[in-house]
Protein backbone atom coordinates (compact mmCIF):
# COMPACT_ATOMS: atom_id res chain seq x y z
CA UNK A 1 0.00 0.00 0.00
CA UNK A 2 1.31 3.71 -0.46
CA UNK A 3 -0.66 5.04 2.30
CA UNK A 4 1.95 6.92 4.41
CA UNK A 5 3.50 5.35 7.77
CA UNK A 6 2.22 8.56 10.04
CA UNK A 7 4.62 8.70 13.89
CA UNK A 8 2.40 8.96 17.14
CA UNK A 9 3.45 9.65 20.43
CA UNK A 10 4.14 6.95 22.80
CA UNK A 11 3.18 7.72 26.50
CA UNK A 12 4.08 5.84 29.26
CA UNK A 13 3.08 2.31 29.74
CA UNK A 14 1.10 1.28 32.86
CA UNK A 15 2.06 -0.82 35.77
CA UNK A 16 2.68 -3.93 34.54
CA UNK A 17 0.68 -5.65 37.50
CA UNK A 18 -2.44 -3.38 37.17
CA UNK A 19 -5.29 -5.80 37.42
CA UNK A 20 -8.27 -6.40 35.34
CA UNK A 21 -10.38 -5.71 38.63
CA UNK A 22 -8.22 -2.32 39.02
CA UNK A 23 -9.23 -1.15 35.42
CA UNK A 24 -12.68 -2.18 36.11
CA UNK A 25 -13.12 0.57 39.18
CA UNK A 26 -10.72 3.44 38.01
CA UNK A 27 -12.27 5.90 37.00
CA UNK A 28 -9.29 7.02 34.60
CA UNK A 29 -10.50 4.18 32.62
CA UNK A 30 -14.25 4.31 32.84
CA UNK A 31 -16.61 4.62 30.25
CA UNK A 32 -20.24 3.01 30.17
CA UNK A 33 -21.17 0.54 28.55
CA UNK A 34 -24.93 1.65 28.12
CA UNK A 35 -24.10 5.01 26.51
CA UNK A 36 -20.51 5.14 25.91
CA UNK A 37 -19.75 7.84 27.27
CA UNK A 38 -17.12 8.90 29.78
CA UNK A 39 -17.45 8.73 32.81
CA UNK A 40 -17.11 12.00 34.18
CA UNK A 41 -13.04 11.77 35.21
CA UNK A 42 -11.28 13.49 32.22
CA UNK A 43 -11.49 16.71 31.89
CA UNK A 44 -13.57 19.71 31.14
CA UNK A 45 -15.00 19.70 27.57
CA UNK A 46 -13.89 16.33 26.90
CA UNK A 47 -17.02 16.35 24.94
CA UNK A 48 -15.56 18.43 22.78
CA UNK A 49 -13.07 16.12 22.29
CA UNK A 50 -14.65 12.93 21.08
CA UNK A 51 -16.41 11.55 18.44
CA UNK A 52 -19.52 8.86 18.25
CA UNK A 53 -19.01 5.79 15.62
CA UNK A 54 -21.58 3.30 14.81
CA UNK A 55 -20.72 0.20 15.90
CA UNK A 56 -22.14 -3.58 16.06
CA UNK A 57 -23.06 -2.70 19.91
CA UNK A 58 -24.46 1.02 19.44
CA UNK A 59 -22.92 4.42 19.55
CA UNK A 60 -19.80 4.23 21.14
CA UNK A 61 -17.87 7.54 21.59
CA UNK A 62 -14.38 7.83 20.91
CA UNK A 63 -11.18 10.39 21.57
CA UNK A 64 -11.04 12.69 18.70
CA UNK A 65 -7.71 11.65 18.15
CA UNK A 66 -6.35 7.93 19.44
CA UNK A 67 -2.84 7.86 20.85
CA UNK A 68 -3.21 4.73 22.38
CA UNK A 69 -4.61 1.59 20.75
CA UNK A 70 -5.22 -2.03 21.33
CA UNK A 71 -6.48 -4.61 18.18
CA UNK A 72 -7.38 -7.91 18.86
CA UNK A 73 -7.72 -9.50 15.92
CA UNK A 74 -5.64 -9.81 12.71
CA UNK A 75 -8.36 -8.04 10.66
CA UNK A 76 -7.91 -4.97 12.80
CA UNK A 77 -3.99 -5.25 12.78
CA UNK A 78 -3.92 -5.21 9.14
CA UNK A 79 -6.37 -2.46 9.21
CA UNK A 80 -4.88 -0.27 12.03
CA UNK A 81 -1.05 -0.16 10.25
CA UNK A 82 -2.39 0.26 6.73
CA UNK A 83 -3.70 3.51 7.92
CA UNK A 84 -0.34 4.72 9.70
CA UNK A 85 -1.43 3.74 13.11
CA UNK A 86 1.25 1.26 15.15
CA UNK A 87 -0.85 0.18 18.06
CA UNK A 88 0.48 -0.39 21.48
CA UNK A 89 -0.85 -3.83 21.63
CA UNK A 90 -3.03 -6.70 19.75
CA UNK A 91 -3.41 -10.30 20.10
CA UNK A 92 -1.59 -13.01 18.23
CA UNK A 93 -2.59 -15.37 15.64
CA UNK A 94 -2.23 -18.95 16.26
CA UNK A 95 0.89 -19.48 14.41
CA UNK A 96 4.62 -19.48 15.09
CA UNK A 97 5.12 -16.01 14.39
CA UNK A 98 2.84 -14.59 16.34
CA UNK A 99 1.78 -11.55 14.45
CA UNK A 100 0.78 -12.55 10.63
CA UNK A 101 4.62 -12.91 8.69
CA UNK A 102 2.99 -10.79 5.56
CA UNK A 103 3.19 -8.02 8.21
CA UNK A 104 6.42 -5.38 7.69
CA UNK A 105 8.60 -6.76 10.82
CA UNK A 106 9.59 -3.02 11.43
CA UNK A 107 5.60 -2.26 11.95
CA UNK A 108 5.05 -5.10 14.37
CA UNK A 109 8.16 -4.32 16.27
CA UNK A 110 7.27 -3.41 19.80
CA UNK A 111 3.59 -3.90 19.69
CA UNK A 112 2.97 -5.48 23.02
CA UNK A 113 1.52 -9.01 22.56
CA UNK A 114 -1.81 -9.06 24.68
CA UNK A 115 -2.90 -12.75 24.19
CA UNK A 116 -4.41 -15.62 22.14
CA UNK A 117 -6.46 -14.05 19.55
CA UNK A 118 -9.86 -15.83 21.33
CA UNK A 119 -8.44 -15.39 24.50
CA UNK A 120 -6.71 -12.05 25.70
CA UNK A 121 -5.61 -11.08 28.52
CA UNK A 122 -7.88 -8.21 29.89
CA UNK A 123 -4.96 -7.58 32.51
CA UNK A 124 -2.62 -6.86 29.63
CA UNK A 125 -4.63 -4.85 27.51
CA UNK A 126 -5.96 -2.62 31.24
CA UNK A 127 -1.76 -2.30 31.64
CA UNK A 128 -1.37 -0.66 28.56
CA UNK A 129 -3.67 2.51 29.14
CA UNK A 130 -5.62 2.03 25.54
CA UNK A 131 -7.68 5.36 24.55
CA UNK A 132 -9.40 2.98 22.00
CA UNK A 133 -10.03 -1.13 21.51
CA UNK A 134 -11.05 -2.46 17.98
CA UNK A 135 -12.35 -5.80 17.62
CA UNK A 136 -15.51 -7.89 16.35
CA UNK A 137 -18.77 -9.02 18.13
CA UNK A 138 -18.31 -12.35 16.68
CA UNK A 139 -15.10 -12.30 18.49
CA UNK A 140 -15.59 -11.07 21.63
CA UNK A 141 -18.72 -9.94 21.96
CA UNK A 142 -19.43 -11.92 25.54
CA UNK A 143 -16.06 -9.38 26.70
CA UNK A 144 -17.76 -6.14 25.22
CA UNK A 145 -18.42 -5.12 28.98
CA UNK A 146 -15.24 -5.51 30.41
CA UNK A 147 -13.59 -4.33 27.37
CA UNK A 148 -15.76 -0.78 27.25
CA UNK A 149 -14.94 -0.28 31.19
CA UNK A 150 -11.04 -0.08 30.32
CA UNK A 151 -11.47 2.07 27.31
CA UNK A 152 -13.99 2.76 24.10
CA UNK A 153 -14.31 -0.54 22.30
CA UNK A 154 -15.35 -0.22 18.81
CA UNK A 155 -17.03 -3.63 17.00
CA UNK A 156 -18.13 -4.32 14.00
CA UNK A 157 -20.41 -7.64 13.41
CA UNK A 158 -17.90 -10.30 11.91
CA UNK A 159 -14.69 -10.17 9.93
CA UNK A 160 -14.02 -11.78 6.58
CA UNK A 161 -16.49 -11.25 3.74
CA UNK A 162 -17.26 -7.48 5.20
CA UNK A 163 -13.39 -6.65 5.62
CA UNK A 164 -14.33 -3.24 3.07
CA UNK A 165 -16.97 -2.20 5.25
CA UNK A 166 -15.13 -3.05 8.77
CA UNK A 167 -11.99 -1.59 7.59
CA UNK A 168 -14.66 1.49 7.29
CA UNK A 169 -15.68 1.68 10.76
CA UNK A 170 -11.47 1.34 11.53
CA UNK A 171 -11.17 4.40 9.95
CA UNK A 172 -13.79 6.28 11.65
CA UNK A 173 -12.82 5.28 15.15
CA UNK A 174 -8.99 6.30 14.50
CA UNK A 175 -10.15 9.53 12.39
CA UNK A 176 -8.59 8.21 9.55
CA UNK A 177 -11.38 8.49 6.88
CA UNK A 178 -8.49 10.47 4.71
CA UNK A 179 -5.54 7.94 4.59
CA UNK A 180 -8.58 5.22 4.33
CA UNK A 181 -9.38 6.86 0.91
CA UNK A 182 -6.12 7.03 -0.60
CA UNK A 183 -6.16 3.38 0.22
CA UNK A 184 -9.19 2.41 -1.70
CA UNK A 185 -8.06 4.07 -4.73
CA UNK A 186 -5.00 2.27 -4.35
CA UNK A 187 -6.78 -0.52 -4.11
CA UNK A 188 -8.84 0.08 -6.95
CA UNK A 189 -6.27 0.93 -9.50
CA UNK A 190 -4.20 -2.05 -8.31
CA UNK A 191 -6.94 -3.95 -8.77
CA UNK A 192 -7.42 -2.60 -12.78
CA UNK A 193 -3.66 -2.73 -13.33
CA UNK A 194 -4.47 -6.81 -12.76
CA UNK A 195 -7.17 -7.40 -14.32
CA UNK A 196 -5.58 -5.70 -17.62
CA UNK A 197 -2.65 -7.53 -16.93
CA UNK A 198 -4.80 -10.75 -17.35
CA UNK A 199 -6.04 -9.79 -20.69
CA UNK A 200 -8.88 -7.62 -19.62
CA UNK A 201 -12.34 -7.75 -17.94
CA UNK A 202 -13.23 -10.96 -20.34
CA UNK A 203 -10.33 -13.08 -20.42
CA UNK A 204 -10.74 -12.54 -16.29
CA UNK A 205 -14.05 -13.91 -16.42
CA UNK A 206 -13.30 -16.95 -18.72
CA UNK A 207 -10.49 -17.59 -16.33
CA UNK A 208 -12.13 -19.71 -13.09
CA UNK A 209 -10.47 -19.89 -9.84
CA UNK A 210 -10.90 -22.11 -6.98
CA UNK A 211 -9.31 -21.19 -3.56
CA UNK A 212 -8.79 -24.76 -1.56
CA UNK A 213 -7.58 -24.61 2.28
CA UNK A 214 -6.37 -27.79 4.29
CA UNK A 215 -7.28 -27.29 7.50
CA UNK A 216 -5.83 -29.47 10.05
CA UNK A 217 -8.66 -31.03 12.25
CA UNK A 218 -11.11 -30.38 9.65
CA UNK A 219 -12.29 -31.22 6.24
CA UNK A 220 -10.93 -29.63 3.24
CA UNK A 221 -12.45 -26.34 2.16
CA UNK A 222 -13.27 -25.55 -1.19
CA UNK A 223 -14.03 -21.59 -0.83
CA UNK A 224 -17.23 -20.17 -2.01
CA UNK A 225 -18.25 -16.22 -2.84
CA UNK A 226 -18.92 -14.86 0.45
CA UNK A 227 -15.33 -14.87 2.60
CA UNK A 228 -12.02 -12.43 2.14
CA UNK A 229 -10.20 -14.01 -0.70
CA UNK A 230 -13.45 -14.64 -2.43
CA UNK A 231 -13.84 -10.78 -2.70
CA UNK A 232 -10.62 -10.29 -4.49
CA UNK A 233 -11.21 -12.78 -6.89
CA UNK A 234 -14.37 -11.21 -7.61
CA UNK A 235 -12.46 -7.60 -7.65
CA UNK A 236 -10.43 -8.86 -10.64
CA UNK A 237 -13.12 -10.21 -12.09
CA UNK A 238 -12.24 -13.70 -12.22
CA UNK A 239 -14.58 -16.45 -13.28
CA UNK A 240 -15.73 -19.42 -10.40
CA UNK A 241 -16.51 -22.80 -10.38
CA UNK A 242 -19.98 -24.07 -9.95
CA UNK A 243 -18.88 -26.07 -7.32
CA UNK A 244 -18.49 -21.97 -5.57
CA UNK A 245 -22.33 -22.07 -5.42
CA UNK A 246 -22.88 -25.07 -3.07
CA UNK A 247 -20.78 -23.98 -0.39
CA UNK A 248 -22.58 -23.63 3.11
CA UNK A 249 -23.53 -19.95 3.98
CA UNK A 250 -21.43 -18.99 0.62
CA UNK A 251 -18.25 -19.79 2.81
CA UNK A 252 -16.86 -23.04 1.77
CA UNK A 253 -18.17 -26.87 0.32
CA UNK A 254 -16.13 -29.60 2.74
CA UNK A 255 -14.84 -32.00 1.28
CA UNK A 256 -12.76 -35.61 1.70
CA UNK A 257 -9.34 -36.16 0.10
CA UNK A 258 -11.46 -38.43 -1.93
CA UNK A 259 -13.58 -36.01 -3.48
CA UNK A 260 -10.83 -33.44 -3.84
CA UNK A 261 -11.54 -33.52 -7.84
CA UNK A 262 -14.46 -31.49 -7.14
CA UNK A 263 -12.06 -28.58 -6.93
CA UNK A 264 -10.92 -28.38 -10.26
CA UNK A 265 -10.53 -25.44 -11.84
CA UNK A 266 -8.43 -23.43 -14.46
CA UNK A 267 -6.51 -22.77 -11.85
CA UNK A 268 -6.13 -23.97 -8.17
CA UNK A 269 -4.75 -21.71 -5.37
CA UNK A 270 -4.31 -23.79 -2.03
CA UNK A 271 -3.03 -23.29 1.77
CA UNK A 272 -2.50 -25.09 5.00
CA UNK A 273 -3.93 -23.80 8.22
CA UNK A 274 -1.92 -26.58 11.09
CA UNK A 275 0.65 -29.04 10.28
CA UNK A 276 0.47 -30.61 6.15
CA UNK A 277 -0.12 -34.40 7.38
CA UNK A 278 -2.79 -33.35 10.15
CA UNK A 279 -4.58 -30.91 7.65
CA UNK A 280 -4.76 -34.27 5.28
CA UNK A 281 -2.67 -31.71 2.96
CA UNK A 282 0.28 -34.32 1.81
CA UNK A 283 -1.95 -37.42 1.31
CA UNK A 284 -4.42 -35.85 -0.74
CA UNK A 285 -1.66 -33.79 -3.13
CA UNK A 286 -0.03 -37.19 -4.02
CA UNK A 287 -3.36 -38.66 -4.41
CA UNK A 288 -4.62 -39.98 -8.03
CA UNK A 289 -7.41 -37.60 -8.49
CA UNK A 290 -5.54 -34.70 -7.66
CA UNK A 291 -2.71 -35.58 -10.24
CA UNK A 292 -5.30 -35.98 -12.48
CA UNK A 293 -6.74 -32.77 -12.21
CA UNK A 294 -6.56 -30.07 -15.11
CA UNK A 295 -5.24 -27.75 -12.94
CA UNK A 296 -2.56 -29.78 -12.17
CA UNK A 297 -1.81 -31.47 -15.17
CA UNK A 298 -1.83 -27.73 -16.54
CA UNK A 299 0.54 -26.41 -14.19
CA UNK A 300 -2.14 -23.96 -12.92
CA UNK A 301 -1.89 -25.06 -9.55
CA UNK A 302 -0.25 -22.71 -6.62
CA UNK A 303 0.44 -23.10 -3.23
CA UNK A 304 -0.02 -19.83 -1.35
CA UNK A 305 0.92 -18.70 2.34
CA UNK A 306 -2.47 -19.26 4.61
CA UNK A 307 -1.41 -16.25 6.89
CA UNK A 308 -1.51 -13.83 3.90
CA UNK A 309 -4.44 -15.47 1.70
CA UNK A 310 -6.63 -16.58 4.25
CA UNK A 311 -6.20 -15.06 8.14
CA UNK A 312 -5.02 -11.22 7.12
CA UNK A 313 -8.17 -10.24 6.04
CA UNK A 314 -7.56 -6.63 5.32
CA UNK A 315 -5.84 -4.21 2.43
CA UNK A 316 -1.95 -4.66 2.79
CA UNK A 317 -2.77 -8.26 2.83
CA UNK A 318 -4.99 -7.23 -0.16
CA UNK A 319 -2.52 -5.21 -2.09
CA UNK A 320 0.12 -8.61 -1.82
CA UNK A 321 -2.43 -10.96 -2.92
CA UNK A 322 -3.16 -9.39 -6.14
CA UNK A 323 0.55 -9.15 -7.32
CA UNK A 324 0.78 -13.15 -6.27
CA UNK A 325 -2.21 -13.41 -8.34
CA UNK A 326 -0.90 -11.84 -11.27
CA UNK A 327 2.30 -13.72 -11.18
CA UNK A 328 0.57 -16.78 -11.44
CA UNK A 329 -2.16 -16.66 -13.87
CA UNK A 330 0.13 -14.80 -16.30
CA UNK A 331 3.17 -17.27 -16.33
Not at 4 to 32: D, I, P, Q, Y
Not at 123 to 141: C, N, V, W, Y
Not at 237 to 243: K, M
Not at 307 to 313: C, D, M, N, R, V
Request: aromatic letters at 6%.
Amino acid sequence: MTAKTLSHRSRTLATASLTVAAALTLSACGFSTESGSDSGSNSEGSAEASRTVKTAMGDVKVPAAPQRVVVLDTAELDSVLTLGVKPVGATHADVESGFLNYLPKDQVAGIKDVGQMMTPNLEAIAGLEPDLILTSKIRHGDKYAELSRIAPTVMTENTGYPWKENFQVHAEALDKKAEAKMVTDDYARHVADVTKALGGKDRAAATEVNMVRFVEGADIRIYGRKNYIATILADVGLGRPAITDKAKDGFSYDVSPEKIDLADADAVFHSTYGDPKKAKETRTTGSGLWKNMDAVKNGKVFAVDDQLWIQGIGYTAADKILSELQTSLTK
